[in-house]
């Protein structure tokens, strides 16, 4: 019987040396001296005032951590969008910040922020935030919140190491409580009134309503679980 079995021949190893060798590369992510305080997953979105009707536009849906600074003490917002991992969201708290609910749902809320850095420059935003469920946005309420009250005990803080003035200084110098600023109170007004319009409204699956200088239909969606 003729052997039918074909002969397996080895193929040689073959090594080639790389002509450039390439070290590991240490990736700073600039979180390295933070503590995460909370990390929930969510969708985020801007209130867009550039184009003829002002309009809630989505930013990016991804998870959004709350980071203490080792150091210093203080607390700021970051979110990164899934796959790219590219900011979406990236600011301070401070205790003039105040979650409102927006659009009347309890896993939605909306606050506004002097200078938010996603675009690598700082820039006065009206954000919003929607979670997967009213768990989750209790959480980050309750994280937020002690966020505001930590920012505002640092300025507590600062303002008491200040050196004490003598009497005669006192009285010749007496200064009147600072009010806030009319550019503070703008943005609060237009939080307030943005966070109002959208409270009244609910949205629906085929036909969306459409208000004055808003549009419901462009506020927070379900956030993917």
């Known amino acids: 019987m003729a052997n039918t079995k074909e002969e397996v021949v080895e193929s040689p190893e073959i090594h080639f040396e790389p002509l ?8 700073k992510t600039l979180e390295e001296d933070e503590e995460e305080l909370l ?4 969708r985020l979105y801007r209130y867009d005032t550039a184009g003829d009707t002002p309009e809630w536009k989505e930013r990016g849906t991804g998870e959004v951590k709350l980071l203490k600074h080792a150091g210093k003490g203080t607390v700021r917002l970051l979110m990164r969008r899934d796959k790219t991992l590219k900011i979406c969201a990236n600011h301070h708290i401070l ?12 896993k939605a809320w909306v606050w506004n922020t002097p200078a938010d850095f ?4 700082a820039k006065p935003e009206l954000l919003a ?6 768990e989750n946005a209790q959480k980050f309420k309750a994280k937020f919140d002690d966020a505001r009250i930590t920012a505002l005990n640092d300025e507590k ?3 008491d190491d200040t050196p004490e003035k003598s009497a005669d200084e006192s009285s010749d110098s007496v200064e009147s409580p600072k009010s806030p600023s009319k550019e503070n109170k703008a943005e609060d007004k237009e939080a307030d009134t943005v966070a109002e319009k959208l409270g009244g ?4 699956d085929e036909q969306k309503e459409k208000i004055t200088g808003t549009k419901c239909n462009d506020s ?3 956030a993917e679980r």
Do not use: Y
Not at 95 to 106: A, F, H, R, V, Y
């Open 129 to 134: 935030i929607r979670f997967g469920n009213v």
């Open 220 to 222: 927070p969606e379900s």
């Open 157 to 159: 803080g600062k303002g």
């Open 118 to 121: 996603a675009d690598e420059e």
């Open 20 to 27: 450039v060798n390439l070290p590991p590369v240490d990736t």
């Open 95 to 106: 205790p003039q910040m105040e979650l409102k609910p927006n659009c009347g749902s309890e």
């Open 39 to 42: 990390k929930l997953r969510a």
């Open 201 to 204: 409204m609910s949205v629906k």
